[in-house]
């Protein structure tokens, strides 16, 4: 499975009639079982993309195209939103629950499931209570779980822990990697920090700031399983160091653009 | 650091929002009811003002107390409640249905938006001699005005309570497959739900001034009428059980709606 994003561009048209240009003319693909970074300054449009390859939102031009999937027995993708987006009134279980109810599972299927991924992201004991109960990062877990409770071909993540603490940000940094490299799925994941992109990236795309353009593509060539220690050494530093070049004076230019 | 010192004058810092601080001060509110009835009874019973306008406490409580066994008092509490319960239930579902359309549907919303807007600031007891003209002066006629008094402030609740929906829920509904329909049972209706109780809450008090406002135009039987009636007939106790019996009906009311919201709502902090 591999999933193509061929010349997607995006032009919103607001209230006032004035047309913001997100994106321009996105290529990139993600390939089978692959981590997939897009990082670029706030405002680049890396969540309009997203939400254009969920099908959340119509691209103005170009178009997402998912190859080789047999069937349609499973969902294209199942996003995981920065704002944990976990359903108030269903317990932790019952919003993991969720995706596989709307396909229809049947109960055992859908028991089996939610026990699986309620243990993957470390949930266990939790399951009965509601969202406002949890911390930041347990309420990301849940919607980790939920996602990856789904089965999607590919998972999508919008910048997942920029609101949660820097500590809890790098422990589940950490875990994400684990259960990437356990569930094997591919991942789309949006980002403004560099050192997230590096730690979690196979490759990591950086974007130009608005409108959005594919600025670089840039391997990391970092062994896996990685552990939080890598981040001290110079392979990653350096890597950092290249996309932080990339992106400075970008962001630069944008601290001290007027607002329109 | 042995060195001698002078001693230094001390200032403690103090908490400066002492004053900010709320309690409850359930025996002070006990104390002042109390003693209001005290005063009123005691005015009854010297005779400072004729029983025909204040009748004591103890009198009212007699008179109810007679009204009670004589089963009188259910007579009328019922035929209120009976009007109220189909006038409330139906427009509660109505009005619920409705809400959503108008907030799903944006043609619905186009059509619905306008009239509502027209008619909600009409006072609802103004249409009941219309209502009499076309359903006649039975129960139908009360239990629409009642209904209609309660639609309203249901719509326009539901209404905002579905626009209002976090917009990444329903995207990440759709995100996990679900399609309008199972959106609006699964999404759109919990998110709602707070606002459907706002909506009930100031609806089943309309709905208690409605009933007697209407049992006074027109009615054989009900807390209105009884009001009413005792006035007529200066039957002064009377007049104050009937009222003390609204004062219990909404007491009793808003207690049953928080009790049921707290069951459908457990998420609510
Ligand atoms: N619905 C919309 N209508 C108009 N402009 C929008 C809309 N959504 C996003 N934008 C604009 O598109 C640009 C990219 O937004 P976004 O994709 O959210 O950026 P990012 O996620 O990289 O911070 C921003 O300038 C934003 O103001
Ligand atoms: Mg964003």
Redesign the pocket.
Known sequence: MRVVIENISKT?E?GTGEH?E?LRDINLSNEENEFLVVV?P????????LNIVAGLLPATSGKVVFEGIPDESRPHTAVVFQEFALFPWRTVERNVVYGPEERGLPRKDRQKIVRYYIDLVGLTGFEKKYPHQLSGGMKQRVSIARALANDPWLLLMDEPFSALDAQTRTIMQGELSQIYEKTQKSVLY?THNIQEAVFLGDRVAVLSR?P?RVERIIPIDLPRPRQEHIMLEPRFLSYVDQIWQHIRGQAMEALTEEKP | MSRDRQPLAETVVQDKTVFMIRREHRLISLIFILGLFGVWELIARLGLVSPLFLPAPSAILVTGYKMVLSGEIFHHIGASLWRIFWGFSCAVIIGTFVGILLGFFSVAESIGNPIIASTYPIPKIAILPLLILWLGIGEYSKITVIGLGVFFPMVINVYTGVRNADPVLIKAAISLGSNPQRIIRKVILPSALPMIFAGLKLGIGIALLLVVAAEMIAADAGIGFLILTSADLMQTTKLMFGISILSMLGLIFSWLIDRLEKLCIPWKK
């Open positions: 919103f607001d913001i997100a670029g706030s405002g680049c449009g890396k969540s309009t993309l949006i608005r959005g």
